[in-house]
């Protein structure tokens, strides 16, 4: 059974520092035994303001993160997921694209999802986000495609929220489902640990989600829980969490943490064979 690794860690707009976090996240996963490596949503950087946003994006060939990263893939031969953020295709400064991408054992990235559902905000005494100002939403779902751990679904953080693209995932062969993340301590507390685990259930699929934790900035803060859910909706492994009443740490005092877990694929073949989830397209429709 191969084993996978997600990873947990407090990113901030210093993307060198993050390369750090994450490569000593590739090497832990790696002297673990695992084959792939899931890292969070924005993994590259958490900015300041919807201004940094955009002027910290660079195409992924030009950045320090993202070509960090590959190198370290490639020289661990060990498969990463990782969110970042990467220039809209018509060439305007005025938007990012939120991503989830695929880097192989080469070290070569080569499949990647743009984040479908923007995270607009305003919450009675937590944050207020307004994640369409910056961000352009995606248009399409990247079909499952084959990894060593499995046939693996990209989705991001917020998308979680809809059951919709985890289902259409599963019924085009998605054995796991990704979701990294950064969620909000509010949001993330309440809201977390069931929808990871509602989509394992109704998907009858892995679900991994690496998360951001920690005080990111004066503006934001993330809530951790890092978790990988099996096809049955048990949690199999899990990160630390910003629990009620605690004060998250600042990114200098958070430990780049790690989780591991075996993909059971005779767990998938069992979960669904007991279970039969039949849908009645002849009375809702299909989604
Ligand atoms: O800002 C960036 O650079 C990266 N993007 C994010 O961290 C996004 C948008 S602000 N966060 C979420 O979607 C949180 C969702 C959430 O917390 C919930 O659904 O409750």
């Not at 509602?198 to 978790?227: C, D, L």
């Amino acid at each position: 059974m191969p084993l996978a690794a997600c990873g947990q860690f407090c990113a901030t707009n210093i993307l060198s520092a993050n390369l750090i976090s994450c490569q000593t996240l590739l090497r832990k996963a790696a002297s673990g035994g695992a084959k792939a490596l899931f890292l969070p949503e924005a993994s590259d950087y958490i900015s300041t303001s919807p201004e940094e946003t955009l002027k910290l994006c660079v195409p992924a060939v030009e950045s320090v993160f993202v070509r960090g990263l590959q190198e370290e893939a490639k020289r661990l031969a060990l498969p990463v997921n990782v969110g970042i953020h990467e220039p809209t295709l018509d060439g305007k400064k005025d938007r990012v694209r939120n991503m989830s991408i695929w880097i192989d054992e080469r070290g070569e990235i080569v499949e990647r999802y743009q984040k479908l559902h923007v995270f607009d905000v305003d919450i009675e005494g937590g944050p207020k986000i307004v994640e369409s100002r910056t961000t352009e939403p995606g248009s399409v779902i990247t079909p499952p495609f084959d990894t060593v751990v499995g046939k693996l679904g990209m989705l991001i953080c917020f998308d979680l929220r809809f059951p919709e693209p985890s289902l259409q995932l599963r019924r085009l062969g998605a054995d796991i489902i990704s979701y990294p993340s950064a969620f909000t301590i509010p949001t993330g507390q309440v809201h977390f640990e069931i929808l990871l685990r509602a989509r394992a259930i109704e998907t009858q699929s892995y679900v991994f989600a690496a998360a951001q934790i920690g005080k990111h900035n004066e503006r934001r803060s993330s809530y951790g829980h890092t978790m990988i859910v099996d096809p049955w909706g048990k949690v199999v492994a899990e990160c630390s969490r910003v629990k009620v009443g605690d004060v998250p740490k600042p990114a200098g005092d958070v430990e780049p943490e790690i989780c591991f877990a075996e993909v059971d694929a005779s767990l998938l073949e069992r979960v669904r064979r007991e279970v039969p989830l039949k849908r009645r397209f002849d009375v809702y429709p299909e989604v």
